[in-house]
């Protein structure tokens, strides 16, 4: 019953078999390969851009803080949530990478909205070159609280971003199961948007560890290369990035993990509504559920692994009312969740 984390379920066999294709000869280094161009390709035609730059990165933390520091200046601020991946999850690997630039939270909780944007950006240049400069939006799609931001809400936050001629930055890691949950192409998540540079991941979706940083302005590129090989995330046998990347766009395979997952959560909300407090709106993988810590510790002596959003497992209080958190990936059993509801139904 393995609910902590999509980063920890397996490699799909297919990612596997295509490491393994690849792991014979002699090729270029450094994403000079001809499986490479291929993926850069393939990706360019998913989201309708034949101008993309596309770029691999090993991990989400490269492909966030890369990807910005390319859209934002050092004496720049990027406006995000305070629940924001790139300020909760990235050990301030944005700030690093756009060497001094800073994080300027949008006030509320995982998803901003267009007025509350407005004000935060107004509040800034108001200190001429005594404070920080405007710089881009960030939006986590999915949200580090399970929650969705639908394609008029991200019209709405673009616009806002574009009336001040700010570029916009979609951090994706869960890019495949916010389309999903949208039904949505990538391109109308994205370009059609007003999105300026897309993380799509794959690292959450069934691969072993491959992000592609999708820019829709091909001027930046050159400077994304110079970025991502002086941030140490140029890897010299590429190939490995690309193979995985070319069987996750195989016969849409993106989408069959990521439609999995979503509807293992699904399976999981059904079960639970009427025996925990559900917290989030979980149209993607993420289920946010309040049960008493009691529940809580028989859950976990049970086997089942998960986090706590706020809290420990361990208390004074036996019926103190906890938040958890449960993230399903492509690979649970439906026998694994249907026991985890069975003992949360239980109590």
Same mark, same amino acid.
């Given at each position: 019953?393995?609910?902590?984390?999509?980063?920890?379920?397996?490699?799909?066999?297919?990612?596997?078999?295509?490491?393994?294709?690849?792991?014979? $000869?002699? !090729?270029?280094?450094?994403?000079?390969?001809?499986?490479?161009?291929?993926?850069? #390709?393939?990706? +360019?035609?998913?989201?309708?851009?034949? &101008?993309?730059?596309?770029?691999?990165? @090993? /991990?989400?933390?490269?492909?966030?803080?890369? %990807? *910005?520091?390319?859209?934002?200046?050092?004496?720049?601020?990027?406006?995000?949530?305070?629940?924001? =991946?790139?300020?909760? #999850?990235?050990?301030?690997?944005?700030?690093?990478?756009?060497?001094?630039?800073?994080?300027?939270?949008?006030?509320?909780? &995982?998803?901003?909205?267009? &007025?509350?944007?407005?004000?935060?950006?107004? $509040?800034?240049?108001? +200190?001429?070159?005594?404070?920080?400069?405007?710089?881009?939006?960030?939006?986590?799609?999915?949200?580090?609280?399970?929650?969705?931001?639908?394609?008029? #809400?991200?019209?709405?936050?673009?616009?806002? %971003?574009?009336?001040?001629?700010?570029?916009?930055? *979609?951090?994706?890691?869960?890019?495949?199961?916010?389309?999903? @949950? *949208?039904?949505?192409?990538?391109?109308?998540?994205?370009?059609?948007? $007003?999105?300026?540079?897309? !993380?799509?991941?794959?690292?959450?979706?069934?691969?072993?560890? !491959?992000?592609?940083?999708?820019?829709?302005?091909?001027?930046?590129?050159?400077?994304?290369?110079? +970025?991502?090989?002086?941030?140490? =995330?140029?890897?010299?046998?590429? +190939?490995?990035?690309?193979?995985?990347?070319?069987?996750?766009?195989? &016969?849409?395979?993106?989408? /069959?993990?990521?439609?999995?997952?979503?509807?293992?959560?699904? =399976?999981?909300?059904?079960?639970? /509504?009427?025996?925990?407090?559900?917290?989030?709106?979980?149209?993607?993988?993420?289920?946010?559920?309040? !049960?008493?810590?009691?529940?809580?510790?028989?859950?976990?002596?049970?086997?089942?692994?998960?986090?706590?959003?706020?809290?420990?497992?361990?208390?004074?209080?036996?019926?103190?009312? *906890?938040? $958890?958190?449960?993230?399903?990936?492509?690979?649970?059993?439906?026998?694994?969740? #249907?026991?985890?509801?069975?003992?949360?139904?239980?109590?």
């Amino acid at each position: 019953m393995y609910f902590a984390s999509d980063n920890a379920g397996p490699l799909h066999p297919k990612a596997l078999e295509a490491l393994t294709r690849a792991n014979e $000869g002699y !090729v270029p280094g450094y994403g000079g390969d001809d499986l490479t161009a291929r993926v850069q #390709d393939r990706i +360019r035609d998913l989201f309708e851009a034949p &101008d993309a730059a596309v770029y691999l990165v @090993a /991990t989400g933390t490269a492909a966030n803080s890369i %990807a *910005l520091a390319n859209y934002c200046q050092p004496f720049q601020t990027v406006f995000c949530t305070p629940l924001a =991946h790139i300020n909760v #999850d990235e050990c301030n690997a944005p700030e690093f990478y756009m060497g001094g630039g800073k994080l300027t939270l949008v006030p509320g909780s &995982d998803r901003m909205t267009p &007025d509350a944007l407005r004000a935060t950006i107004e $509040g800034e240049e108001v +200190r001429g070159v005594h404070g920080p400069q405007r710089g881009p939006v960030s939006i986590t799609q999915i949200t580090e609280y399970g929650n969705l931001y639908s394609l008029e #809400d991200l019209h709405a936050l673009t616009a806002v %971003a574009k009336d001040y001629n700010l570029p916009v930055h *979609l951090d994706g890691a869960r890019f495949a199961n916010a389309c999903m @949950a *949208l039904g949505c192409t990538p391109a109308e998540m994205s370009w059609k948007a $007003g999105v300026d540079v897309a !993380v799509f991941g794959g690292t959450k979706n069934g691969l072993m560890g !491959v992000e592609a940083v999708v820019m829709f302005d091909p001027d930046k590129a050159w400077e994304f290369e110079l +970025r991502r090989k002086r941030g140490g =995330h140029l890897f010299s046998k590429h +190939r490995y990035l690309a193979a995985q990347m070319d069987a996750y766009l195989d &016969d849409n395979l993106w989408m /069959t993990l990521a439609q999995q997952s979503n509807a293992n959560a699904a =399976h999981l909300v059904e079960g639970l /509504t009427g025996a925990a407090t559900i917290r989030n709106e979980p149209k993607g993988n993420m289920v946010f559920f309040d !049960v008493p810590r009691h529940l809580h510790q028989k859950l976990q002596a049970a086997g089942a692994m998960y986090y706590l959003w706020e809290g420990t497992f361990e208390g004074d209080d036996p019926n103190e009312m *906890l938040t $958890g958190r449960l993230v399903c990936d492509w690979s649970i059993s439906q026998d694994n969740i #249907d026991k985890f509801i069975s003992l949360v139904k239980a109590g």
